[in-house]
């Protein structure tokens, strides 16, 4: 990586008071979770149809099993800890300089790297509900339940708090990303490609005027940024000072 770039951005960290990070798969990726859209070569021998098809609202309601099947293989990491990049995002926010962080990742590794101010775009595998009776479940309760997790209350389906593919996204989710976004003063995105919806939209409505992507790959918007980095988001970060 090139030194200049991260004096830059470090720079830039440290003239910052209202930081957002909007993040997505890439993040996680160094914490060993793989994103759900790359298949692997096993894939088609295991499953029938594509991620997004059994991830879909019609895939849960026709076929809840072969979708807690898909879901439990290769949704849930619970041993996955976050990575330097988890753990430097709350720093700064402890430190006031970061209010928010804006995630496309359901794994739930920002808050436990101590970040308090996030929002799950597409919900949270730490976050069930009990189709029927509401009544609420965590990640563990999910994890013993063998096939569809029954509610012990009611004997209603339970189901992630995460947003399926056809699903709408939770609007007051939408809405704080949205104001945080507008008011901050560096926006830094990572581990995005910014294909997914609505990752693109909510970036239009950033202000400021120093706009940071840190990819592995390039994207659609790599002309928009101030500074682009080409580098493993969780090494970038470990390089950077909170101070
Ligand atoms: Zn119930």
């Not at 898909?70 to 988890?86: E, Q, R, V």
Request: glycine content about 8%.
């Amino acid at each position: 990586m090139e030194e200049a770039k991260l004096e830059q951005f470090q720079q830039w960290v440290d003239e910052s008071r209202r930081i957002v990070f909007f993040g997505g798969a890439g993040v996680s990726t160094e914490s060993g979770i793989p994103d759900f859209r790359s298949v692997d070569g096993l894939y088609n021998q295991q499953y029938a149809y594509p991620p997004e098809t059994i991830l879909s609202h019609t895939f849960f309601e026709r076929d809840p099993e072969e979708f807690y099947r898909f879901y439990h293989n290769k949704m849930l990491f619970p041993a996955a800890k976050p990575n330097a990049a988890h753990r430097k995002l709350a720093e700064l926010e402890q430190a006031g300089k970061l209010t928010a962080v804006v995630t496309q990742n359901i794994d739930g590794l920002h808050q436990a790297a101590g970040s308090v101010n996030v929002y799950e775009l597409h919900g949270s595998v730490h976050r069930n509900h009990c189709m029927k009776c509401h009544q609420f479940y965590d990640l563990d309760f999910v994890m013993g339940q063998e096939g569809v997790p029954r509610c012990p209350v009611c004997g209603g389906i339970v189901k992630p708090d995460v947003v399926l593919y056809e699903e709408a996204l939770d609007q007051n989710t939408m809405m704080g990303a949205l104001r945080a976004i507008q008011q901050a003063d560096l926006l830094i995105i990572g581990g995005t490609s910014l294909a997914v919806y609505p990752a693109a939209g909510l970036i239009q409505y950033y202000e400021g005027r120093r706009l940071v992507l840190i990819n592995k790959s390039p994207t659609p918007y790599d002309s928009q940024a101030d500074l682009l980095i080409a580098a493993p988001i969780g090494e970038f970060f470990s390089r950077v000072q909170v101070r």
